[in-house]
C-alpha cells in the first residue's frame, strides 16, 4: 500500500518561512564574499563617491589585479601555497592512510596501545617553544618544508580514515587475499578503490589547512619570499604602505586606492577553494558520516 502526503496551507505556510529564513541566511554569508569581489574591481573615484561601500560598479577595472601579478610578492607566495597545499595534501594522505589501514585491523600487535598514544596527543601536545625548538634542531627553520612536515598527520582525520576502513566488508578482503594479494596490494588494489569518498573528504580537510597556512608562516619563517599568501596578505592588512609591500609603484595608488588592492588579493587568496570545494561536496557528506559510525 502506497500513502500520498498532502501538504495543507499551513505546511506550505511553514515552508515559505523556513527558506526565507534560510535565504536571509545564505545572504548573509554571501554577501561578504560578494563586497569583496565588487570592491576589487571597482575604480577608486567610484569608491570614494560611494563613501567606499559600493553594490554595484558603473565601471569595472581589473587594474588590482593586473599590479598584484605583476608584482614579485603575490605570485611568490601563491607558488609557495599551490606547492604545500598540493605536496602537503599528498603527504598526508598518503602517511594517514599507510598509518590508518593497519590499525583499522584488531589481529595488529600493539594496536590499542598505539591508539591510545595517538588520541593522548589530541588532548595533551608539548607546546610551541618546544616546538619550535624541535623544527630548529631538524634544520626546518626558514624552510618550505616546515610548512608541511610538521602535524603531517592529524589525529582526528586518522581516527576517521580507521573507522572507514573498519567499515568496508570483511569479505571483499578476504577474497583478495585468496587471489594471492599481500596486504600492500590490498590496499591500494582494494581499499583505496572502495574509499573514495573519504579520501576526497579528509584531502579537503587538509588541503583547507594548507591554503590557510598562517600559523607556521609567522612562527618558522623569517624569508620573505617563502611567505605563503594567507601570511602576504595579513601583512598588507597591517600597513598602510601597500606599495612598499608589494613593490608597487606610488604612483599607481593614486588611481587605486589601497583598499581596492587589499580585496583582489583576498579575492586571489579565496577564490581557489570556492572552485574546488563544489567538485567535493557530493563527496565530503557521505565521506564524513560513514567514517564516523563507529568509535
Excluded at 201 to 227: A, C, P, Q, R
Excluded at 242 to 258: K, R
Aim: a positive charge; one cysteine or more.
Amino acid at each position: 500500500m502506497s500513502f500520498v502526503s498532502h501538504k495543507t496551507k499551513g505546511d506550505h505556510a511553514v515552508d515559505v518561512v523556513i527558506y526565507a529564513v534560510l535565504g536571509l541566511f545564505a545572504l548573509i554569508t554571501l554577501f561578504p564574499l560578494y563586497y569583496v569581489a565588487i570592491v576589487s574591481i571597482t575604480p577608486y573615484v567610484e569608491v570614494m563617491k560611494n563613501g567606499g561601500f559600493v553594490i554595484w560598479p558603473e565601471h569595472i577595472t581589473l587594474q588590482a589585479y593586473k599590479e598584484i601579478f605583476g608584482s614579485p610578492r603575490i605570485p611568490q607566495a601563491l607558488k609557495i601555497t599551490v606547492f604545500i597545499t598540493v605536496v602537503g595534501t599528498t603527504l598526508n594522505l598518503i602517511v594517514t592512510t599507510l598509518l590508518a589501514y593497519p590499525l583499522s585491523k584488531k589481529s595488529v600487535p600493539g594496536r590499542n596501545f598505539i591508539l591510545m598514544a595517538l588520541v593522548f596527543t589530541m588532548i595533551f601536545s608539548g607546546g610551541i617553544i618546544p616546538l619550535y625548538i624541535l623544527v630548529r634542531s631538524l634544520g626546518l627553520y626558514d624552510s618550505v618544508w616546515a610548512l608541511v612536515i610538521p602535524g603531517m598527520v592529524s589525529t582526528f582525520n586518522l581516527l576517521i580514515v580507521k573507522t572507514y576502513f573498519e567499515n568496508l566488508p570483511a569479505e571483499v578482503e578476504e577474497a583478495a587475499r585468496v587471489d594471492g594479494c599481500g596486504e600492500l596490494a590490498t590496499l591500494f588494489r582494494i581499499v583505496l578503490p572502495l574509499s573514495a569518498p573519504i579520501m576526497a573528504t579528509i584531502g579537503l580537510f587538509y588541503g583547507v589547512t594548507h591554503w590557510n597556512e598562517y600559523f607556521k608562516g609567522i612562527f618558522y619563517l623569517s624569508d620573505k619570499s617563502l611567505m605563503p599568501m594567507q601570511v602576504v596578505l595579513r601583512s598588507m592588512i597591517q600597513t598602510p604602505n601597500v606599495s612598499t609591500e608589494l613593490s608597487i609603484n606610488s604612483l599607481v595608488l593614486d588611481a587605486l586606492p589601497p583598499e581596492t588592492i587589499k580585496m583582489a588579493v583576498v579575492v586571489v587568496a579565496t577564490l581557489p577553494l570556492l572552485i574546488v570545494y563544489p567538485f567535493l561536496q557530493k563527496y565530503f557528506v557521505k565521506g564524513a558520516l560513514l567514517g564516523s559510525i563507529k568509535g
